[in-house]
């Protein structure tokens, strides 16, 4: 896919994070986020910790519901919160005075506060990059705590196969369907499909060996019989959900109406931009420019919005908590 000018610069400078610090520069009012990076904690502390996004209504909706979702489940622990991506965060910072606390801060933030015990719910996809990552920072800090557990992503367990799939997924892909219809007015996704509508799913795509979880997701959504429901991401990889594979199948498959969602956490630069953008390169042009689609629209909504995701990430919470509780004894 051709980029613009400016997105090619981006990805030459610093990748798609610093894209998203610039796309950002006005997201909403940040007054009514809540950066959790106060002290007094406690004993036992739930460190959420996202990647994070400088679209400051997506933050509070997406990411912000999350935290709050966990908290309201575990009203005697305190919920704190850390981004992995610096730039944001001095994003964040300068363009609205609002500090956000990075992993490390935030675990020297524990530690200061006399933290004992320490559940870490990250807020990522997948067992990608940035999971990686926060495991090797976690682990140089694994002796200043009596206990430190990691909950699993949100979609869980990658596998080897891309056939693999697992209840994580299964609840992901019936609770994004299930509000793609309802956000579009449909009663359900088979009303949908009998108009000749497609919901198509981007998202980011990685060169991490957990790419084949996007092949999982299609799996699934074809072990559900979402005949209409279609993967795709930014990055292309794994290659048959590059934007170009997607239409094509979207075209053979005989779907006259596309209904855009990005398959993220947050609907920041992605979800507006490359999906909804009026740029050539974005993905409601190229859907448009193949000229097979009578009409595309797009739900600019992150699945931290949706109350069922939610329920997921305190679904892991817990068996972490629980887990951590039987190392106690």
């Not at 991506?85 to 001095?90: A, L, Y």
């Not at 995701?309 to 817990?318: C, D, E």
Request: net charge negative.
């Amino acid at each position: 896919m051709k980029k613009s000018f400016f997105k090619r610069l981006c990805a030459l400078l610093a990748g798609a994070a610093l894209c998203s610090f610039v796309y950002g520069a006005s997201a909403g009012d940040s007054q009514t986020d809540n950066p959790l990076n106060q002290d007094g904690i406690g004993e036992t502390e739930i460190l959420v910790v996202s990647f994070g996004t400088s679209y400051n209504d997506s933050r509070i909706a997406t990411i912000g519901e999350v935290e709050k979702s966990i908290q309201k489940a575990f009203p005697k622990y305190s919920v704190r919160r850390a981004f992995t991506s610096q730039i944001i965060i001095k994003h964040v910072l300068k363009r609205d005075g609002e500090k956000i606390d990075n992993v490390t801060e935030a675990l020297e933030r524990a530690v200061n506060n006399g933290v004992k015990n320490l559940i870490v719910q990250p807020t990522h996809l997948m067992h990608g990059a940035e999971y990686d990552e926060l495991i090797g920072i976690l682990d140089e800090y694994k002796d200043k705590f009596s206990l430190v557990a990691l909950a699993e992503p949100l979609l869980g367990e990658v596998g080897e196969s891309g056939e693999i799939t697992n209840a994580d997924k299964k609840e992901v892909c019936q609770a994004v369907v299930a509000d793609m219809a309802k956000v579009a007015g449909f009663k359900n996704r088979l009303a949908a499909e009998k108009t000749g509508t497609a919901f198509v799913l981007m998202g980011h795509g990685t060169s991490h060996d957990a790419k084949i979880t996007y092949t999982q997701m299609a799996s699934q959504m074809k072990a559900l019989g979402y005949s209409n429901v279609f993967i795709g991401t930014v990055e292309g990889e794994p290659e048959e959900t590059a934007v170009e594979n997607v239409i094509a199948e979207v075209h053979k498959a005989g779907f006259k109406k596309v209904i855009l969602r990005p398959l993220m956490l947050v609907a920041g630069d992605h979800a507006t931009n490359d999906m909804a953008g009026d740029e050539d390169d974005s993905w409601k042009s190229l859907f448009n420019a193949s000229g097979y689609f009578d009409g595309v629209d797009c739900q600019i909504l992150g699945l931290g919005q949706v109350p069922a995701i939610q329920k997921i990430y305190v679904a892991h919470t817990a068996k972490a908590v629980k887990d951590s509780k039987k190392k106690l004894k």
